[in-house]
């Protein structure tokens, strides 16, 4: 094997370069008979720098300050709601792309879901009367529409950019699995099925069918590298 990146030669089982984490292919080795040596595993630091424990404790901060002054009566609790989503909703998405060295578009599009679940279960919480009632309505509404809001910006992103093919096929998976639990659940207790949640399921199964249509090889490898553990370990040794 040998890596398309650092044109290094690998053993056979090698799928993965462990020194920069890229695709190989099964090229012949440059010399012969030569047995290649073991590399090891190399920690790669994702962050320049990493002030997520400063936006923590800004977001602990000005969420407890907020709270307060709505207890007060000085300001509403939907102004200290904005606050309390905004703060990490404006470190997702604007932020934290230059504090990484090499932000994955797919990453980025699914680590946006976390402010926006968030935006939403506070806006189920203050719109609904008791938190019984806002967690079922977040669940039921809001969530899947968080859900269907990133796989449209995946799927806007994968047609606009090939290359994000290569590693676009775990993230319909990590929606989808959750998303099949959901529905099953919430089919059985509310003894119907919900169209926001369907709809979020046939977006994940339309990215799936499309990366093994264009791409079949590079989605399974990539499903076999994220998903696998025995592969991932074989790809070491």
């Known amino acids: 094997m040998r890596c398309k990146n650092c044109n290094v030669d690998l053993p056979e089982n090698y799928t993965v370069c462990p020194l920069c984490n890229g695709k190989t292919n099964d090229e012949p080795p440059h010399i012969d008979g030569v047995i290649t040596a073991e590399y090891p595993k190399v920690k790669t630091q994702p962050y320049k720098r990493n002030p997520f424990p400063i936006f923590l404790g800004v977001w602990f901060v000005a969420t407890l300050i907020f709270v307060i002054l709505s207890k007060l009566g000085i300001v509403s609790e939907i102004v200290s709601a904005v606050v309390f989503c905004a703060i990490p909703c404006i470190w997702t998405v604007f ?4 504090m990484v060295d090499q932000l994955y578009i797919g990453n980025y599009i699914i680590m946006n879901l976390y402010p926006f679940a968030l935006t939403c279960a506070t806006f189920s919480y203050i719109t609904e009367s008791s938190l019984k009632n806002s967690f079922h309505s977040f669940i039921k509404d809001y969530l899947p529409l968080c859900f269907i809001a990133v796989l449209v910006a995946l799927i806007i992103v994968i047609f606009l950019d090939s290359k994000n093919k290569k590693r676009a096929a775990a993230y319909p998976v ?5 998303s099949v639990i959901i529905t099953i659940v919430l089919s059985v207790t509310e003894k119907a099925l919900l169209i926001p949640w369907i709809v979020t399921i046939a977006l994940c199964m339309l990215i799936l069918v499309f990366l093994f249509a264009t791409k079949p090889q590079e989605t399974k490898d990539e499903l ?7 592969k991932s370990v074989k790809s070491y040794k």
Do not use: G, T
């Not at 990590?174 to 959750?178: G, N, Q, R």
């Open 95 to 98: 932020l934290r792309p230059f």
């Open 224 to 230: 076999a590298a994220k998903f696998s553990i025995q």
């Open 174 to 178: 990590l929606v989808l699995a959750p």
